[in-house]
Each structure stands twice: as structure tokens, then as C-alpha cells.
């Protein structure tokens, strides 16, 4: 079958919810988390006494409420996209609002816990445990923070009534972007904190 003749429902088969470039960009983003990940554990596996003592230093009580916080905002992004595609515009920007509420929560809880490490000496240079994490972890607050700004471009773009003008960037591009955010700290969590 050719372009010429594909049908439309055939070639939105082919586009991915928010388009292509979303989840070559999502691909890519996982790919290099996950060479991280696999660094991490041959590093470790090399230094496990290290490793087991200053995850110790971890508070797994704030990693399981970032866990939660996160997820949770995720599941509220799945609301807002059912609520647009219903056309309940306000209704979609409330549950864009709690999710984003619930991403600066958890930042606030992700600097609380980088105040307690830095108060402790935990900070890059300590050990590789330490180096890892620090770097990991500031990379994933750095896209929970640009999701973040996606989610209230999208937020207010929908409580305004401005149509999305692309397929590749609308609201399903914004929440694609948020999953991964998900997807990688609940990867991120246990490697780190109960490994």
C-alpha cells in the first residue's frame, strides 16, 4: 500500500498519540537513563559495601512519597485527556491543575531530601553511590520541571479555548512527555533506594 492510498484511519495507525517526534524523543530519553542504569549496577556490582551503606543514607519513606505524588499526578493527566476528548474544557484544566500541583509537590519533596544530603555532606564526590545519584536525580527533577511548564502551557492553551494547531504538539504530547517523567522514576526509585 502506498501514501497515496492509504486510508486516514490507516495512517493514524502510523501517528502515535502526540505524534512521532514525542516518542523518538521519549526513546531517546529512555535509552540514555537506561545506559545510566546499566553503568550503575556494573559500578556497583564492583563496590557493593559502598553502595549498600550509602543507600542506607536514603530515606525511603520520601522515595515512596515522591513515588505516589508522581503516579498519582500521572493518573490525573490521564483524567484531563479523557475529559478533553470529551470537550469538558474546564473540567480537563482542573485535573491539569491538581496534576501539576502534585509535580511541584514533588519537587518540594525532592528538595527537602536534597537539603537533608547536602546538610549531611552527601553530595557529589563522597563516593560513586552518591555521584550517581546526584546525577540521576537532578536529571529527572530537570524533566519533571520542563514537564511541568509543558503541563501549564497545555493547562492554560486549553482554559483559553486555543485549539492546538499542530498533531504533534497538543495535549497528548504534553502527557506522553509526563509518562515518561513516571515511567522513569519508578524505574529511578527502586534502583536507588531498595536495590
Not at 26 to 55: N, P, Y
Amino acid at each position: 500500500m502506498n501514501r497515496a492510498t492509504a486510508s486516514p484511519a490507516f495512517g493514524r495507525l502510523l501517528q502515535p498519540p502526540g505524534g512521532m517526534m514525542i516518542w523518538v524523543f521519549i526513546f531517546m530519553e529512555l535509552l540514555a537513563f537506561g545506559l545510566a542504569f546499566i553503568v550503575f549496577a556494573v559500578v556497583r556490582s564492583k563496590d557493593l559495601a559502598v553502595f549498600e551503606s550509602s543507600q542506607a543514607e536514603l530515606s525511603q519513606p520520601l522515595g515512596v512519597l515522591n513515588t505516589v505524588i508522581l503516579v498519582t499526578s500521572g493518573y490525573f493527566v490521564v483524567l484531563a485527556n479523557g475529559s478533553y476528548d470529551s470537550g469538558r474544557v474546564r473540567e480537563t484544566t482542573r485535573w491539569l491543575m491538581v496534576a501539576i500541583g502534585l509535580g511541584g509537590a514533588f519537587v518540594i519533596v525532592k528538595a527537602v531530601e536534597y537539603r537533608d544530603k547536602i546538610a549531611h555532606g552527601l553530595t557529589t564526590g563522597v563516593n560513586q553511590f552518591f555521584d550517581f545519584y546526584w546525577l540521576l536525580t537532578a536529571f529527572h527533577l530537570f524533566h519533571v520541571l520542563l514537564g511541568l511548564l509543558v503541563l501549564s502551557y497545555m493547562a492554560r492553551k486549553i482554559a483559553k479555548g486555543q485549539p492546538f494547531t499542530a498533531d504533534d504538539f497538543n495535549l497528548r504530547t504534553g502527557s506522553a512527555f509526563w509518562h515518561m517523567c513516571d515511567l522513569i522514576w519508578v524505574l529511578l526509585f527502586p534502583i536507588l533506594y531498595l536495590m
